[in-house]
C-alpha cells in the first residue's frame, strides 16, 4: 500500500514538474517567433523610421512611437480608474459586505470577467461613445477616454476576484488585535487588514495593468484607431491607435515576410516586454512585501 502511494505520488510530482516546464517552454517559444518574425524589422526599416511621429504603412511610414504612447495613455488612465472601484469593492466584499450579500454579488463579478471583450466593446460603441460625445461635446465619441473607460471596467472584475482572495487569506487574529487595542473598523481595514494582503493586492493591480494592455477588440473597436501623438493635454478627448489595436485591423492584410509584416512583430515584440517589465516588478514588489511580512512577525 505504501509503494503504491509512493508512486502515486511521484507520478503527480512529475505531471506537476512537467507541465511548470512547459509553460516556461511555451512562453520561450513564443518569444523566439516573435524575435524570429520581427527582428528582421529592425535591418530592413531604418531605425529614424521607427522612432518617427508617423503611421502610414503604405507610404512607408512606420513610426511607433504614437502606438507605444496610445497604449500606456489608455492603459495609465483605465487604471487610474480601475483602481479605487476595484479596491474598494474587493475591501467591501471581504470586510464589510452581509454574508448574503457577498454570496450574490461574487459569482456576478466573476461572470463580468468571463464576457468577451467583443461583447463590451460592442455595448461601448452603442452607449459610451454617444454618451461621452454628447457629455464631453467633443466631435466624436471614439476617443482615449472612452477606451480608458471601458478598459477600465473590464479590469475591474479581475482586480475585485484577486484582491478580495488575499484579503480573505489575512488571519481573523489581526483584525481582532487591532479591534482590541481600540481601533475602529476602518482604521483596522486600513491599517492592518490591507498591510497585510499587500502582496496579493498588488498581484491584482498588475494583473489589471496587464488586461488593459494587452486588451484587443474592445479598445480597437472604441478608440477611433487614428495614430497621433497624444502629448497634448486635449490628447485624452481625441482618437488614438494602440499597439494591439494595430496588429489585430493590420496583421490579416499583410504579405508574409514583407517590411510591413516584420514591423507588426516588432510592435508585438515590444508589446511583449512592456508586459514582462510589469510582471518583473510585480514580482519584486510582491517578493519584498512578503519578506517584510515575515520580519515583522518573526
Known sequence: MDQKKKRNDRFINSVIRI????????VLLILFFLLREGLPALASTPLKTLLSVRWYPIEGYFGIIPLILGSILVTVVATLIALP?????????????????????KPIIEILAGIPSVVLGFIGILVFVPFIRKFLDIPTGLTAFTGAVLLGLISIPTIVSVAEDALNTVPNSYR?????????????????????????????VMLGIGRSMGETMAVMMVTGNAATMPVRLNSLFTPIRTMTATIASEMGE???????YQV?????????????????????ASTKSRQRSERLLS
Not at 472601484?85 to 459586505?97: D, K, M, P, Q, T
Open 254 to 260: 499583410v504579405a508574409a515576410g514583407s517590411q510591413h
Open 176 to 204: 481582532q488585535a487591532s479591534l482590541a487595542l481600540g481601533a475602529t473598523r476602518w482604521q483596522t481595514i486600513w491599517d492592518v487588514t490591507l498591510p497585510a494582503a499587500k502582496s496579493g493586492v498588488l498581484t491584482a
Open 264 to 284: 507588426l512583430f516588432l510592435i508585438g515584440i515590444v508589446l511583449f516586454l512592456l508586459s514582462l517589465v510589469i510582471n518583473i516588478f510585480a514580482s519584486l
Open 85 to 105: 472601484f476595484g479596491i474598494g469593492a474587493a475591501v467591501y466584499l471581504s470586510e464589510v459586505a452581509p454574508p448574503w450579500i457577498r454570496d450574490i454579488l
Open 19 to 26: 507541465t511548470g516546464y512547459s509553460s516556461i517552454l511555451f
